[in-house]
């Protein structure tokens, strides 16, 4: 059985570290490269960075933070925001991320995840979906929709339909992102992430409503998600990464520990 994994997930406005709830009342909260850093020697699996506005906006990744983080972390670094062709993915890779996070752009025009899979490896492309629950329709029959630039717009697309695209086109991994869960530290959308992992052979990232660690349990069980990613309950500091590992170590999930 493969290790679950601990994410860290630094949404960044404007080069600060911001977190919303719900993806609005956005608040600036620190120095995402102190952050970084804090997370990383405390044990931290993965590190995400997400430029928030960068796609609606309509703007490239600020490189130069990226290039700040990744001086400080030697974990894999999975970098999105604003990635809308194959140079903008070679730039991340040369800024220092490992992984590639594609999202907005790709549901505008799906061949992006397989252009960017030819040229930098299916295993380092990363399709984030941002999903909000919806009534079911013949265009959304699971119930969930896709809903692009940070939340802003709804695209009646059905979130189960697209992850098994993204799948099909070369992604290597997803991150079902839970809209009506974000930073309401309830928990996250165990339904949506199971029927979404059921739905998929690659690996799920679960992200959203993350506030007890009995939470990342229940999500990497309960919601067969491969690796928690949490944002809120470490940036506030109610909780440390090596705390919230070994948690989930004594109940049986198996976690890379440093000890």
């Not at 404007?14 to 102190?34: N, W, Y």
């Not at 009534?135 to 630039?149: H, L, M, R, T």
């Not at 690996?203 to 999500?219: E, K, N, R, T, Y």
Request: net charge negative; glycine share 10%; hydrophobic share 45%.
């Amino acid at each position: 059985m493969l290790s679950k994994r601990l994410i860290a997930c630094l949404d960044v406005r404007d080069g600060k570290l911001a977190k919303s709830i719900k993806f609005v009342d956005t608040k600036d909260i620190g120095d995402p490269v102190e952050k970084a850093r804090e997370y990383y020697l405390d044990g931290l699996d993965e590190l995400v960075f997400y430029d928030i506005t960068a796609s609606s906006d309509r703007r490239k990744i600020m490189l130069d933070v990226v290039e700040a983080v990744a001086r400080q972390v030697f974990i894999p670094l999975s970098v999105g925001g604003g990635v809308r062709s194959v140079a903008d993915a070679t730039d991340l890779r040369l800024a220092g991320a490992e992984k590639i996070n594609v999202n907005s752009a790709a549901v505008l025009r799906p061949a992006l995840i397989a252009e960017c899979a030819d040229a930098i490896g299916d295993q380092n492309i990363v399709l984030s979906m941002d999903i909000k629950a919806v009534e079911a329709s013949s265009q959304c029959p699971s119930g969930y929709e896709i809903v692009i630039d940070g939340g802003r717009r709804p695209m009646g697309v059905d979130a189960l339909a697209w992850a098994r695209e993204g799948e099909r086109l070369g992604a290597g991994e997803l991150v079902v992102n839970s809209i009506d869960a974000d930073g309401t530290r309830n928990g996250y959308a165990i339904e949506l992430t199971r029927r979404i992992s059921e739905a998929v052979r690659i690996p799920i990232i679960a992200s959203g409503g993350a506030g007890i660690p009995d939470h990342l349990f229940d999500v990497l069980t309960q919601g067969k998600a491969d690796a928690a990613l949490v944002a809120s309950m470490v940036h506030y500091g109610d909780y440390r990464v090596s705390e919230l590992k070994g948690h989930l170590h004594d109940k049986g999930v198996k976690m890379r520990m440093s000890w």
